[in-house]
């Protein structure tokens, strides 16, 4: 029995043996760092990863910088069709709320990727090494700027974190505001990031030395406030200045205003940079993407009949223009001015158009005209469009650079930039500019691109132009009749103290115990 025992001991043991060198494989699909980004191809592919980061960014972030600004209702079908989007509209989101969570995420999910380019990649190595790399400091700028302004004191994450540092603390001011200096520094003064070769250069579609320089000077706008030095102010004025007098980008003209953001007319002249998306008809997939389903015009119920050649049909109408943002177009430019009329359509002008209202629902009878989406640039109930994501275009710079020069004491400069914006809005240019001119052209003219929310926390304003939000919502009868009616939040609206700042998501300040949350959340 004992001799027994001992061979099947001795055959156990020799199979044991035996899998384990059939587990001795090399694993698959993991990257060798050692081994991995040492061609120009690997390279390459890694930079790619950041673009696609960005365009994933679209949904979320600008529902949610859209909805929290004065300028829209969170829309829907009726009040209650999703209850995220109303909260942020009534200031009623908290550490829970998807797309504030989704927005946090979005951008460390780019600081990530850029952390791994810049601790492995040598820019030594290659042109397009150097690129990747400039690139990489150019866009966890960009994740950083957006983070310290909606978030406050983020935490800072500048390198590949070992498990021991996976807790991090949130960051100071001074240290995050450092960081995006740096970062896009070296990124604009690297001479590797691409720069287009003429004005009508529609080819140039990475990352420019321009767009890092208009970054730049946007930070520098927001430092001057932030850190409570008014030097910033000239440092802005300047950057700015260098995207302005490069020659290489312009106010488009190329046809009406309103059809500016149409697929016919990607990278244009005056787009700084923009996500790209490909009409490939065999891979219609690929540019899935439920934003132009959720802005495009109440329709998905039959609630609107509308003309092909006016608009989509499919869409769910979050994003409903308010009143207010329609009178300050009246009010400062008159009730039919061509801006307005390109940027908003009333129910009536619609109608003249051929739409035709069919139930009630939720809705001012205010309709996004430039943001809308054609029927040759949708499928599938707008879920998928060959719209390219817009980032920032010159017209922003001209308006930051603006505000820039005012605050500097160059109200010369200030007035030029503003006018080149009035006269391609059709509008006399004025004598004299002051800050809340300003303020009044740049909400007008970016109304729907994502500024409005963090200009108002800059300026100062926010509490008196959001402190009534989510106290009613509009409901429109196909008659047109507008009524507003109670959300039922005894609390709403804008609250100082809390609101200067999102929340850190649940899931954030769960599993980090060092990440204080912001107050009042």
Same mark, same amino acid.
């Given at each position: /029995?004992?001799?027994?025992?001992?061979?099947?001991?001795v055959?156990?043991?020799l199979?044991l043996?035996?899998?384990?060198k059939?587990?001795?494989?090399?694993?698959?699909g993991v990257?060798d760092?050692?081994?991995?980004?040492? &061609?120009d191809d #690997?390279i390459?592919?890694a930079g790619i990863?950041?673009?696609?980061?960005?365009r994933?960014?679209?949904y @979320?972030v600008?529902?949610?910088?859209?909805?929290i600004s004065?300028?829209?209702f969170?829309?829907?079908?009726?009040?209650?069709?999703?209850?995220?989007?109303d909260?942020?509209g009534?200031?009623?989101f908290?550490?829970?709320?998807g797309q504030?969570?989704g927005?946090f995420?979005?951008?460390?999910?780019?600081?990530?990727?850029?952390n791994?380019i810049?601790?492995h990649i040598?820019?030594?190595q290659? +042109?397009?090494?150097?690129?990747a790399?400039?690139?990489?400091?150019l *866009? %966890?700028?960009?994740?950083?700027?957006?983070?310290?302004t909606?978030?406050?004191?983020?935490p800072?994450?500048?390198? #590949?974190l070992?498990p021991s540092?996976?807790?991090?603390?949130?960051?100071?001011?001074?240290?995050?505001?450092?960081?995006?200096?740096?970062?896009?520094?070296y990124?604009?003064n =690297?001479g590797?990031?691409? %720069?287009k070769? =003429?004005?009508?250069?529609?080819?140039?579609?990475?990352?420019?030395?321009?767009?890092?320089?208009?970054?730049l000077?946007?930070a520098y706008l927001?430092?001057?406030?932030?850190?409570?030095d +008014?030097?910033?102010?000239?440092k802005s004025?300047?950057?700015?200045? @260098?995207v302005?007098?490069?020659?290489l980008?312009?106010?488009?003209?190329? !046809?009406?205003?309103?059809d500016? %953001?149409?697929?016919?007319y +990607? /990278?244009?002249?005056?787009?700084?940079? #923009?996500?790209i998306?490909?009409?490939?008809?065999?891979?219609?997939?690929d540019?899935?993407?439920?934003?132009?389903?959720?802005?495009?015009?109440r329709?998905?119920?039959? #609630?609107m009949?509308?003309?092909?050649?006016?608009?989509?049909?499919g869409?769910?109408g979050?994003?409903v223009?308010?009143e207010?943002l329609?009178a300050? *177009?009246?009010r400062?430019e008159?009730?039919?001015?061509?801006r307005?009329?390109?940027?908003?359509?009333?129910?009536?002008?619609?109608k003249a /158009?051929?739409?035709?209202? @069919? /139930?009630?629902?939720l809705?001012?009878?205010?309709f996004?005209?430039?943001?809308?989406?054609?029927?040759?640039?949708?499928?599938y109930?707008?879920?998928?469009?060959?719209?390219n994501p817009l980032?920032?275009? *010159?017209?922003?710079?001209l308006?930051l650079?603006a505000?820039a020069?005012?605050?500097?004491?160059?109200s010369a400069?200030a007035?030029?930039y503003v @006018?080149?914006?009035?006269?391609?809005a059709?509008?006399?240019?004025?004598?004299?500019?002051?800050l809340e001119?300003?303020?009044?052209?740049k909400r007008l003219?970016?109304? !729907?691109?994502?500024?409005?929310?963090q200009?108002l926390l800059?300026?100062?304003?926010?509490?008196?132009r959001?402190?009534d939000?989510?106290n009613t919502?509009?409901k429109?009868?196909?008659?047109g009749?507008? &009524?507003?009616?109670?959300t !039922?939040?005894?609390v709403?609206?804008? +609250?100082k103290?809390?609101?200067e700042h999102?929340?850190?998501?649940f899931?954030?300040?769960?599993?980090n115990?060092n990440v204080?949350?912001?107050?009042g959340?």
């Amino acid at each position: /029995m004992k001799t027994r025992y001992f061979i099947l001991t001795v055959l156990a043991a020799l199979a044991l043996s035996s899998c384990d060198k059939l587990l001795d494989v090399p694993r698959k699909g993991v990257i060798d760092y050692d081994t991995y980004y040492k &061609t120009d191809d #690997e390279i390459e592919s890694a930079g790619i990863t950041m673009y696609s980061d960005v365009r994933g960014w679209y949904y @979320n972030v600008m529902l949610v910088k859209n909805i929290i600004s004065d300028d829209y209702f969170a829309g829907g079908a009726a009040h209650g069709d999703n209850v995220d989007m109303d909260a942020l509209g009534e200031f009623g989101f908290n550490s829970e709320t998807g797309q504030i969570e989704g927005s946090f995420t979005g951008y460390y999910g780019l600081i990530y990727h850029a952390n791994v380019i810049i601790g492995h990649i040598d820019p030594a190595q290659s +042109k397009a090494a150097a690129q990747a790399v400039a690139e990489a400091h150019l *866009f %966890r700028a960009w994740a950083y700027f957006e983070l310290t302004t909606l978030w406050g004191n983020p935490p800072i994450v500048d390198h #590949e974190l070992v498990p021991s540092e996976y807790k991090q603390p949130n960051g100071s001011t001074e240290d995050l505001w450092k960081l995006i200096e740096d970062d896009l520094t070296y990124a604009v003064n =690297s001479g590797a990031l691409a %720069r287009k070769t =003429s004005l009508n250069d529609a080819t140039t579609w990475r990352v420019t030395k321009e767009f890092g320089q208009a970054l730049l000077g946007k930070a520098y706008l927001w430092m001057a406030w932030e850190l409570n030095d +008014k030097s910033y102010y000239r440092k802005s004025a300047d950057m700015l200045a @260098n995207v302005i007098n490069s020659g290489l980008y312009d106010l488009w003209t190329a !046809g009406p205003y309103g059809d500016m %953001r149409h697929a016919a007319y +990607k /990278m244009n002249c005056e787009d700084l940079f #923009e996500s790209i998306r490909v009409n490939d008809l065999d891979n219609q997939f690929d540019n899935f993407d439920f934003y132009g389903a959720m802005v495009s015009w109440r329709s998905s119920g039959s #609630e609107m009949t509308i003309p092909a050649d006016v608009c989509c049909t499919g869409g769910w109408g979050f994003m409903v223009p308010t009143e207010d943002l329609l009178a300050t *177009f009246e009010r400062y430019e008159g009730k039919d001015s061509y801006r307005r009329t390109q940027t908003l359509k009333t129910y009536d002008e619609l109608k003249a /158009m051929g739409v035709v209202w @069919n /139930m009630p629902t939720l809705s001012t009878g205010i309709f996004n005209w430039k943001g809308r989406f054609m029927a040759d640039e949708i499928a599938y109930y707008a879920m998928v469009n060959t719209k390219n994501p817009l980032w920032m275009r *010159f017209a922003e710079v001209l308006l930051l650079g603006a505000e820039a020069s005012f605050q500097a004491g160059d109200s010369a400069t200030a007035l030029q930039y503003v @006018n080149r914006v009035r006269t391609r809005a059709q509008l006399a240019p004025l004598a004299s500019v002051d800050l809340e001119t300003i303020k009044t052209e740049k909400r007008l003219e970016l109304c !729907g691109e994502g500024q409005r929310f963090q200009d108002l926390l800059r300026w100062g304003d926010a509490e008196a132009r959001l402190k009534d939000m989510g106290n009613t919502y509009p409901k429109m009868d196909p008659n047109g009749a507008v &009524t507003y009616v109670p959300t !039922g939040r005894s609390v709403y609206g804008f +609250k100082k103290g809390k609101h200067e700042h999102l929340p850190y998501p649940f899931t954030e300040t769960m599993l980090n115990e060092n990440v204080i949350q912001n107050p009042g959340y």
